[in-house]
């Protein structure tokens, strides 16, 4: 078995790593024992900074975790996908129309890349994607089935545009 070590060079402030087994001679032993305290705090001085800096870019105080209310949101606009946009879009694909997926890479080549315009093709329809909206006109760009409120489709805009930037991760398609 192959240990690490982190050991600063007895000459200069360069750090080395080295492999060593895993009995350590007792002349190794003494020699790390006897390196002096100063050589050990000026290490440590030179470590510390970077190894700081690093838990803090890393720290959940700097990136607070998603908000209960984000979350809710997420899931709502995901129970609003399952319920008026799975059957077409299922995992973000599209049956009706395979280049008009709602994948990041055909949304911006279409032009419909932002929450803004995710939502007005929602709430109006485009060419054979239908409008959920209350006040969609024309009657026959319009979908049949139930409308959807502007809050609602707010939150689905959300949700497609958080999947569309994850490349559509985890959308389950069963459950409520």
Not at 30 to 40: D, H
Not at 50 to 65: D, V, Y
Not at 104 to 124: F, H
Not at 141 to 147: A, K, S, V
Request: aromatic share 6%; with cysteine; hydrophobic share 35%.
């Amino acid at each position: 078995m192959q240990l690490l070590s982190l050991m600063p060079s007895s000459n200069t402030n360069i750090c080395s790593f080295s492999t060593q087994s895993k009995y350590v001679s007792s002349r190794r032993q003494n020699q790390v024992a006897q390196i002096p305290k100063e050589q050990q705090l000026n290490f440590l001085k030179t470590v510390a900074p970077p190894l700081m800096a690093a838990i803090l870019a890393f720290s959940p105080l700097l990136h607070p975790p998603v908000s209960l209310g984000q979350t809710i949101d997420i899931q709502k606009g995901a129970n609003l996908f399952r319920q008026a946009c799975i059957g077409c879009h299922d995992a973000g694909g599209n049956i009706i129309q395979p280049g008009e997926t709602l994948f990041l890479k055909d949304l911006q080549r279409n032009g419909i890349d932002t929450e803004e315009e995710i939502y007005r093709v929602t709430y109006s329809g485009k060419g054979r994607m239908p409008g959920f909206g209350q006040n969609c006109t024309p009657r026959g760009q319009c979908t049949f089935g139930p409308r959807l409120q502007e809050e609602d489709i707010k939150l689905l805009a959300a949700f497609v545009k958080l999947q569309a930037d994850q490349g559509w991760p985890n959308v389950e398609t069963t459950g409520d």
